[in-house]
Each structure stands twice: as structure tokens, then as C-alpha cells.
């Protein structure tokens, strides 16, 4: 079954595996009141690092705003990037879904059952109503209090319950601009109790204090949205040594903050691989890993079998592996991407191949020429429709469009427009 979040069953392990699972969680909470050992390790002169990390707390962090006042290059755009506009609080503006009547409806398989989106005055509600039941018109309720997706594909919602922390059954996919039924959602049924999990978080968010699993946070706690910091690791000290009076000298290794360019390929890899390659099975509590780390010592992924497509939502980082291209041993993410800007113009991309390819050397160059030169993409990664996302709605399976990140020669691509 397709979802989100594929292996919902198994956020118990890491609690679980190593020992009774109540003594684990005391050790984490001790954990997250334990003096912060990040900057003695890093004092040691490289990010790379074998020591196990524990979960930082809130107070390592920054902030974007404080990066921004002195990045403003890389901030600029990335203020504005799916990356930074990811989760969010639930508001009129971050929720993209249309409350106007008519349009705030989901049928179902179940003709007696609808879901309508209620704009209120005290909030956005999403609401199970049995149409068939005159009684009992309202049906369950629950507030939008987070939104998840910056709503490139779609969103999902999010809310509370106490500090217990649950999906909402209906989501929106931007493609048709419809509500939809969440993920992995069977068609028909009410759901309000899918839990949303810290791994869920990990790879949607910057920040959280979990108190307990499988769905309790602090609720004040939650920093949204993909910071700085999730990729450069907790950087207050940096900020306070770059604003101290004797700031280190311009040009010079940073101590106090990872600059991913300066890791080993692997280390770099395993800066998208935490939230890229796959939801895993986690090893060690939330929000341990931090970059320079080794990720597999913080998270067991299972690469899908060679047989298999590679399709989890959001696995790129299993597929590009599996390029011949990636044999080079010098090709990463950061090759193509540049994290801090909007990534969607995709005949810019062909550049990138070319740093190490020739047009030449495309057997489609005899035909077709010059023509291909800004082209590779669509015929060596073209998009094709994902597996693992899609979404149950009105008897209508709607799969999200990815773009295949196994470089190769995919007979079928054509130029197609
Ligand atoms: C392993 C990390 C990981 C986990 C765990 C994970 N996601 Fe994602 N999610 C991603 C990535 C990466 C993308 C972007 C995928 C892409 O475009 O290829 C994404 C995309 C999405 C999107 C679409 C965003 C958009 O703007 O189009 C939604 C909604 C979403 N995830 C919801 C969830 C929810 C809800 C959970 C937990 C129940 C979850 N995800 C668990 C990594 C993760
Ligand atoms: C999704 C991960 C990610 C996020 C989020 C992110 N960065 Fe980066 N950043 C990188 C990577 C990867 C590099 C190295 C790029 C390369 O290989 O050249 C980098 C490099 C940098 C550098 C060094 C640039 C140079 O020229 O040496 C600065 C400064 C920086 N980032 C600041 C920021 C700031 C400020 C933010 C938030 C507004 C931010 N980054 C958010 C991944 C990220
Ligand atoms: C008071 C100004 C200031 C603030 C605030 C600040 N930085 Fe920096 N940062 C610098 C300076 C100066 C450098 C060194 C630039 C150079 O030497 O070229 C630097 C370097 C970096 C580098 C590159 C390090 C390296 O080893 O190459 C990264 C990455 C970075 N900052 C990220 C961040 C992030 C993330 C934040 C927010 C948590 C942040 N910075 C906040 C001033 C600041
Ligand atoms: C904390 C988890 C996390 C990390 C770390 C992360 N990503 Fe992402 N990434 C996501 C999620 C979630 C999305 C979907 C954002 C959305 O649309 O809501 C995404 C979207 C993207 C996109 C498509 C959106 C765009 O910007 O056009 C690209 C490209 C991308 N990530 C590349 C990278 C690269 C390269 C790295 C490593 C330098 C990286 N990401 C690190 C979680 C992460
Ligand atoms: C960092 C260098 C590098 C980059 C960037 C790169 N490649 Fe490659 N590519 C290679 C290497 C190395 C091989 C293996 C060469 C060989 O087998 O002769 C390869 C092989 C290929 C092949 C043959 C694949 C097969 O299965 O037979 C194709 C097609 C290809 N690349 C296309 C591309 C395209 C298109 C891009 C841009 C999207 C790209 N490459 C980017 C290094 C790179
Ligand atoms: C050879 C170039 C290349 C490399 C290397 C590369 N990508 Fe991409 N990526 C692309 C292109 C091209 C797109 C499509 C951009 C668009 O549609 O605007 C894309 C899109 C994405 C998206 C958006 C989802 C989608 O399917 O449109 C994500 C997420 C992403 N890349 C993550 C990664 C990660 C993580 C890595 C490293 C494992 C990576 N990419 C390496 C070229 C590359
Ligand atoms: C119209 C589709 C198309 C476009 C555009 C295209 N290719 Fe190809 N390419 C192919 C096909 C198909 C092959 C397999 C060889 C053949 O059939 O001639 C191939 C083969 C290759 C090979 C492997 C050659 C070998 O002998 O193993 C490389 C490398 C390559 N292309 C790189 C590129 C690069 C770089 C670009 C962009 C400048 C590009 N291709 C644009 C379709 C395309």
C-alpha cells in the first residue's frame, strides 16, 4: 500500500532493539538535557566525525533569520524554496486547498460518506460527514494545525491531539488542484489515527522535542520548515563566534559549522540520503545524525532489490548509485543541484552533463545534432509516474510524476515536445 510513509509500522525499532523499550526513551530524555558535545568534536578540526551524536538541543540552533543576516546570497532564493517552505503552521496562506463551497468536498467510494473542508472562524477543519444520517450530520472533526509539502506534488495536514500528533485523511494534489484522499488512505473509511511519527518529522522538518513515542511532542517546540541548520548542522556557535570580536579569519575551514562541499563524497552523499534515500530503519533516536556523520550508523537503508524500480517517494539517492555516471566517483547531488535556489528549469541541468560528457559521445548525435545539446535529461532521466506515491480518490489511482534519477539510455525517451 502506497503512502507517505511506507513503513509506519516500524518506528518502534530503534526504541525497541537495543534493550527494554522504556529504558531507552529515559536514557533519550536524559540524553536531551546532556551537555551538547558538538563543539568538542568539532574543536578536533574536521565535521567528519565516528563519535555517536545524541540529539542537540533547541538552544544550538539559530535560526534561519540569523544565517540570512549575513548569507544573504544563499538566503535570498532559499527563503522562497520548497526545502524552506515544507511544513509550516496551518494558515489561510500555507494551506493551498480551496474551502469555497462547492470545491470543498471530497466523495468517496462510500456513498454515504463525504469529507468537507470547513473554513471557521476559530480555524480550518477537515470533517468526516455521514450524508446518510440526518442525526449525525457533523460526523468527527479536526483542526489543520500543520501543513507538510511545500505543495510541489501535494500536502498533507497535520494535527494535534494533546501533545499526540496525527495525519488528517485528506490531502491536496496541486497537479488537478483537488482535495484528495491522503496517501495510502483506503477509499471509503474514516481514518483520524494514522500517528505521525518523529522519522516523519526528521525528513520534514528542522526541529522537535519528542516526549515519547509513537506520536508525542512538545508541541511549542516544533521548528518548521528544512532550516540552514538541517544541512550545516546547529550553528549558534558559529553565529557567535563570526559576530564575537575576534571572528576567525575570512577563507578559513569554519569550525563551528559544516560546509558539506568540504566532506568526503560519502559524507556529502549522506546529506541528502538522511531525508532522499528512503524512510529506513532507524538505528538511533530522531535527530541524532547530524552532517559529517556516517548516516548508516544513525539509520539501516535497505537499498530496494535490483530488480525492483527505484521509487519510495523521494529515492534518488539509490537510483543516481546506480548510474554507470556515478562510477565516476565524482558525481553527487550538488553536481546538478544547487540547494539554495529553485531547482525546476530542466534544460539547465544538460550543462552538468556535459562537464563530463561530450555531445558527441551520444549516439543520438549522428541524427539529430546540435538539437540535443540542452536535451540530455529528457531522454537519460526522463519522469515517470511513481509507485510508491499515489493517492486512492473516487475509484481514481493518481500517481505523482517524478524525474528518474537513474542516469541511462531509456530507448522509449523522445524529446516529446
Ligand atoms: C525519508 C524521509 C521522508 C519521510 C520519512 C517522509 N517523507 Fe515526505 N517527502 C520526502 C521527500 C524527500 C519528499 C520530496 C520527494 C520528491 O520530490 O522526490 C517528500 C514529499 C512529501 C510530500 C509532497 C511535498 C510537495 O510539496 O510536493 C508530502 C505531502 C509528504 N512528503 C508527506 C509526508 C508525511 C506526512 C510523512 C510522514 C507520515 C512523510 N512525508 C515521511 C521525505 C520523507
Ligand atoms: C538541503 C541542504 C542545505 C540547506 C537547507 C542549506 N544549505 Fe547551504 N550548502 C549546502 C551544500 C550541499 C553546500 C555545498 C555546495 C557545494 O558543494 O558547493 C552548501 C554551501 C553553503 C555555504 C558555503 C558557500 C560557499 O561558497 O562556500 C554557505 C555560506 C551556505 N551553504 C549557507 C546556507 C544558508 C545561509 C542556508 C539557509 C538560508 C543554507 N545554506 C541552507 C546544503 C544546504
Ligand atoms: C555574523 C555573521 C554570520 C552569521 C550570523 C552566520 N555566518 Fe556563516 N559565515 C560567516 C563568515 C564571515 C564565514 C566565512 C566566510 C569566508 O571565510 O569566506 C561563514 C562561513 C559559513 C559557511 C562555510 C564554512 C566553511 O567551512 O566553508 C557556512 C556553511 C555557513 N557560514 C553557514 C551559516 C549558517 C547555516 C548560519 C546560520 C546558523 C550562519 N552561517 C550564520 C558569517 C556568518
Ligand atoms: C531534512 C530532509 C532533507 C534533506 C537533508 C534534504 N532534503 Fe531535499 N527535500 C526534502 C523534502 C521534504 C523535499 C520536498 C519539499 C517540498 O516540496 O515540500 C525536498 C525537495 C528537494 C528537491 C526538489 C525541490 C526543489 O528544490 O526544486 C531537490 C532538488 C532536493 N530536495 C535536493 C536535495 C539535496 C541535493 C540535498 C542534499 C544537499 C537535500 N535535498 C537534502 C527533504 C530533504
Ligand atoms: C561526474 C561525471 C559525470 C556526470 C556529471 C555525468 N556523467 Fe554520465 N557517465 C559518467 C561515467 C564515468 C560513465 C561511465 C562511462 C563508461 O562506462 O564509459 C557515464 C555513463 C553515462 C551513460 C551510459 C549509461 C549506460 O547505462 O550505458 C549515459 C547515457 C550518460 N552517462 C549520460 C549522462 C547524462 C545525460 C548526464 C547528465 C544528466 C551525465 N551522464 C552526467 C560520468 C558522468
Ligand atoms: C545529473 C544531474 C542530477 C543529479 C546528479 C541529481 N539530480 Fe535531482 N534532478 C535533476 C533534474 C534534471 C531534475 C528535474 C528538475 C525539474 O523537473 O525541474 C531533478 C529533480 C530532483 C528532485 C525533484 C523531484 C522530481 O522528481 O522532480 C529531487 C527531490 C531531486 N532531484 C533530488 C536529488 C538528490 C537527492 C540527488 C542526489 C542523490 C540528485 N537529485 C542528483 C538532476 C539531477
Ligand atoms: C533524443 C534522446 C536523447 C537525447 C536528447 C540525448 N541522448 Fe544520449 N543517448 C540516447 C540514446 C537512445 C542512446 C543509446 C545509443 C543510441 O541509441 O544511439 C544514447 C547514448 C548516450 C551515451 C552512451 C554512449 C555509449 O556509447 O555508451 C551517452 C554518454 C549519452 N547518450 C550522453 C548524452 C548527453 C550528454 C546528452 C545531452 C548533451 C544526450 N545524451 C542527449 C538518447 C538521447
Same mark, same amino acid.
Not at 563519535?51 to 544565517?67: E, K, R, V, Y
Not at 540542452?374 to 515517470?384: A, D, L, Q, S
Given at each position: 500500500?502506497?503512502?507517505?510513509?511506507?513503513?509506519?509500522?516500524?518506528?518502534?525499532?530503534?526504541?525497541?532493539?537495543?534493550?527494554?523499550?522504556?529504558?531507552?526513551?529515559?536514557?533519550?530524555?536524559?540524553?536531551?538535557?546532556?551537555?551538547?558535545?558538538?563543539?568538542?568534536?568539532?574543536?578536533?578540526?574536521?565535521?567528519?566525525?565516528?563519535?555517536?551524536?545524541?540529539?542537540?538541543?533547541?538552544?544550538?540552533?539559530?535560526?534561519?533569520?540569523?544565517?540570512?543576516?549575513?548569507?544573504?546570497?544563499?538566503?535570498?532564493?532559499?527563503?522562497?524554496?520548497?526545502?524552506?517552505?515544507?511544513?509550516?503552521?496551518?494558515?489561510?496562506?500555507?494551506?493551498?486547498?480551496?474551502?469555497?463551497?462547492?470545491?470543498?468536498?471530497?466523495?468517496?467510494?462510500?456513498?454515504?460518506?463525504?469529507?468537507?473542508?470547513?473554513?471557521?472562524?476559530?480555524?480550518?477543519?477537515?470533517?468526516?460527514?455521514?450524508?446518510?444520517?440526518?442525526?449525525?450530520?457533523?460526523?468527527?472533526?479536526?483542526?489543520?494545525?500543520?501543513?507538510?509539502?511545500?505543495?510541489?506534488?501535494?500536502?498533507?495536514?497535520?494535527?494535534?491531539?494533546?501533545?499526540?500528533?496525527?495525519?488528517?485523511?485528506?490531502?491536496?494534489?496541486?497537479?488537478?488542484?483537488?482535495?484528495?484522499?491522503?496517501?495510502?488512505?483506503?477509499?471509503?473509511?474514516?481514518?483520524?489515527?494514522?500517528?505521525?511519527?518523529?522519522?516523519?518529522?526528521?525528513?520534514?522538518?528542522?526541529?522537535?522535542?519528542?516526549?515519547?513515542?509513537?506520536?508525542?511532542?512538545?508541541?511549542?517546540?516544533?521548528?518548521?520548515?528544512?532550516?540552514?541548520?538541517?544541512?550545516?548542522?546547529?550553528?549558534?556557535?558559529?553565529?557567535?563566534? #563570526? =559576530?564575537?570580536?575576534?571572528?576567525? @579569519?575570512?577563507?578559513? +575551514?569554519? !569550525?563551528?559549522?559544516?560546509?558539506?562541499?568540504? &566532506? /568526503?563524497? #560519502? =559524507?556529502?552523499?549522506?546529506?541528502? @540520503?538522511?531525508?532522499? +534515500?528512503? !524512510?529506513?530503519?532507524?538505528?538511533?533516536?530522531? &535527530? /541524532?545524525?547530524?552532517?559529517?556523520?556516517?548516516?548508516?550508523?544513525?539509520?539501516?537503508?535497505?537499498?530496494?532489490?535490483?530488480?525492483?524500480?527505484?521509487?519510495?517517494?523521494?529515492?534518488?539517492?539509490?537510483?543516481?548509485?546506480?548510474?554507470?555516471?556515478?562510477?565516476?566517483?565524482?558525481?553527487?547531488?550538488?553536481?546538478?543541484?544547487?540547494?539554495?535556489?529553485?531547482?525546476?528549469?530542466?534544460?539547465?541541468?544538460?550543462?552538468?552533463?556535459?562537464?563530463?560528457?561530450?555531445?558527441?559521445?551520444?549516439?543520438?548525435?549522428?541524427?539529430?545534432?546540435?538539437?540535443?545539446?540542452?536535451?540530455?535529461?529528457?531522454?537519460?532521466?526522463?519522469?515517470?509516474?511513481?509507485?510508491?506515491?499515489?493517492?486512492?480518490?473516487?475509484?481514481?489511482?493518481?500517481?505523482?510524476?517524478?524525474?528518474?534519477?537513474?542516469?541511462?539510455?531509456?530507448?522509449?525517451?523522445?524529446?516529446?515536445?
Amino acid at each position: 500500500m502506497g503512502g507517505w510513509l511506507e513503513d509506519t509500522g516500524n518506528w518502534l525499532l530503534p526504541w525497541v532493539r537495543r534493550g527494554a523499550e522504556r529504558a531507552r526513551w529515559l536514557l533519550v530524555c536524559c540524553w536531551l538535557t546532556a551537555p551538547w558535545v558538538f563543539s568538542q568534536d568539532q574543536a578536533s578540526g574536521s565535521a567528519e566525525t565516528t563519535a555517536l551524536h545524541t540529539p542537540p538541543p533547541a538552544s544550538a540552533f539559530a535560526g534561519d533569520a540569523a544565517c540570512a543576516s549575513c548569507h544573504e546570497k544563499e538566503a535570498a532564493e532559499y527563503l522562497l524554496s520548497p526545502h524552506h517552505l515544507d511544513s509550516a503552521a496551518a494558515t489561510a496562506k500555507t494551506i493551498l486547498g480551496n474551502f469555497t463551497p462547492g470545491k470543498n468536498v471530497v466523495r468517496t467510494g462510500n456513498p454515504e460518506l463525504i469529507f468537507a473542508m470547513i473554513a471557521a472562524k476559530d480555524g480550518f477543519f477537515q470533517s468526516a460527514v455521514n450524508i446518510a444520517d440526518a442525526n449525525n450530520p457533523k460526523g468527527m472533526a479536526e483542526r489543520f494545525d500543520i501543513v507538510v509539502g511545500s505543495g510541489r506534488r501535494g500536502q498533507t495536514y497535520l494535527y494535534w491531539k494533546d501533545n499526540a500528533l496525527f495525519e488528517l485523511p485528506i490531502s491536496y494534489w496541486t497537479r488537478t488542484h483537488e482535495w484528495i484522499n491522503s496517501p495510502g488512505y483506503p477509499d471509503g473509511e474514516v481514518h483520524f489515527n494514522r500517528p505521525i511519527i518523529p522519522r516523519c518529522l526528521e525528513c520534514h522538518a528542522t526541529w522537535f522535542e519528542a516526549e515519547g513515542p509513537p506520536n508525542l511532542f512538545a508541541r511549542d517546540s516544533m521548528m518548521l520548515g528544512i532550516g540552514c541548520e538541517k544541512c550545516h548542522g546547529p550553528g549558534r556557535e558559529h553565529v557567535e563566534r #563570526e =559576530r564575537s570580536a575576534h571572528p576567525p @579569519a575570512a577563507g578559513s +575551514a569554519e !569550525v563551528a559549522i559544516v560546509n558539506p562541499a568540504r &566532506l /568526503s563524497h #560519502e =559524507r556529502q552523499m549522506d546529506v541528502c @540520503a538522511l531525508c532522499h +534515500a528512503g !524512510v529506513g530503519d532507524p538505528i538511533e533516536p530522531p &535527530l /541524532s545524525w547530524r552532517p559529517g556523520d556516517v548516516l548508516a550508523d544513525y539509520l539501516k537503508i535497505t537499498p530496494p532489490p535490483p530488480d525492483q524500480p527505484v521509487d519510495v517517494h523521494g529515492n534518488q539517492v539509490n537510483a543516481l548509485e546506480r548510474s554507470k555516471c556515478y562510477t565516476s566517483g565524482k558525481l553527487s547531488c550538488s553536481t546538478c543541484h544547487n540547494v539554495h535556489e529553485k531547482q525546476q528549469n530542466v534544460d539547465a541541468f544538460s550543462t552538468h552533463c556535459l562537464g563530463c560528457h561530450e555531445v558527441k559521445a551520444c549516439g543520438r548525435y549522428r541524427q539529430m545534432g546540435e538539437a540535443i545539446r540542452t536535451k540530455c535529461v529528457e531522454c537519460h532521466m526522463p519522469e515517470g509516474k511513481s509507485q510508491g506515491l499515489h493517492s486512492d480518490t473516487e475509484g481514481q489511482m493518481l500517481r505523482a510524476q517524478l524525474r528518474a534519477h537513474r542516469i541511462a539510455i531509456y530507448p522509449e525517451a523522445g524529446l516529446g515536445r
